[in-house]
């Protein structure tokens, strides 16, 4: 795959305020990396200094083969927007707005504005006041927006925030879809949830990179893999035998589960079930304990709040 988004040591300062500090990530094209971090840790700062809308203070980044901060004008010919708070012209139409915007670039301004209304399901209400329009609504109107020229790159800042669960829904399955036809995206979120449904890539972020990983990466290297092993009944002899094992780290027990660490667990597995079964253990299930992308997320962010 190639690399559609490389920043190089990526900094912002205001005052005596480090916002950003020494961001370096990389984003291959048709991927979604989700920028992950609390309220305040520099990820708005982050996208605007990609999306060309403020100047770094040191270093530099590269979309789309453009640098940021030296071609900034042909860089939003390339890229699509949409920033945490959205404003629309209230008392134009929704196909107005869209018309507005796409006059900006080079392009068939009717055909495009009609072609995104119609995929972001909002062609039936084309002539209606974005006044009148719903908060999920104004966010699908704000992708059109920000999708309208068929940019390479799309940056997505917050984009389920302050919504209701329908309408975040609505959003997060506009973003799939996108996601299917090849779009680069990054999508700066909070929301765990969203960012473990759509992400290939996880980036979390305080002021500094803490880390930059896939999500089963992350898992693999945070938390030593467990076995949930689920019995009819668990006696001590079942639980001395396992802990008799030579590749067994660590076995607990909560009601009728023995949680097992293993050195290798995909390897070990077998061997781990056959023991249980030749001391008359009834198995009921045996499945690997899956961590939570906000487990991994507390954890990095944790660490990387030290010192």
């Not at 094209?29 to 040191?58: C, H, Q, V, W, Y």
């Not at 006041?129 to 799309?154: D, I, N, W, Y």
């Not at 249980?276 to 304990?289: D, H, W």
């Amino acid at each position: 795959m190639s690399i559609i988004i490389e920043s190089f040591d990526l900094t912002r300062k205001f005052g005596n305020l480090t916002a950003v500090e020494d961001l370096n990530v990389r984003v291959n094209k048709g991927e979604i990396l989700g920028f992950l971090g609390p309220n305040g840790a520099g990820k708005t700062t982050s996208i605007r200094m990609l999306a060309g809308t403020i100047a770094p203070t040191r270093g530099y980044a590269v979309v789309a083969g453009i640098r940021t901060d030296k071609e900034v004008e042909k860089l939003h010919e390339v890229i699509g927007l949409l920033t945490e708070a959205p404003g629309f012209y209230e008392r134009l139409t929704a196909r107005e707005n869209l018309l507005y915007f796409a006059r900006f670039y080079h392009i068939n301004s009717d055909l495009q504005v009609d072609k995104y209304l119609k995929k972001m399901d909002l062609w039936e209400r084309r002539n209606h006041k974005v006044g009148t329009f719903s908060k999920g609504m104004k966010q699908r109107l704000a992708l059109a927006r920000a999708l309208v020229h068929e940019p390479e790159v799309l940056f997505l800042d917050e984009p389920t925030a302050a919504l209701d669960p329908k309408s975040a829904r609505e959003v997060r399955e506009l973003i799939l879809k996108l996601k299917e036809e090849g779009s680069t995206i990054f999508l700066s979120t909070h929301n765990l949830e969203e960012a473990e449904l759509l992400c290939n890539q996880i980036a979390v972020f305080r002021t500094r990179l803490v880390i930059l990983d896939t999500p089963y990466n992350l898992r693999n290297s945070l938390f030593q893999r467990q076995a949930i092993v689920e019995l009819e009944e668990v006696d001590d002899n079942i639980i001395n035998k396992v802990k008799s094992l030579d590749f067994v780290l660590n076995v607990g027990k909560d009601g009728r589960q023995l949680i097992i660490e293993l050195k290798d667990f995909d390897n070990n597995r077998p061997e781990l079930i056959r023991c249980i079964v030749e001391n008359n253990g009834k198995i009921q299930s045996v499945f690997e304990k899956r961590h939570s992308l906000e487990e991994i997320y507390l954890t990095l962010i944790k660490e990387g709040g030290k010192g």
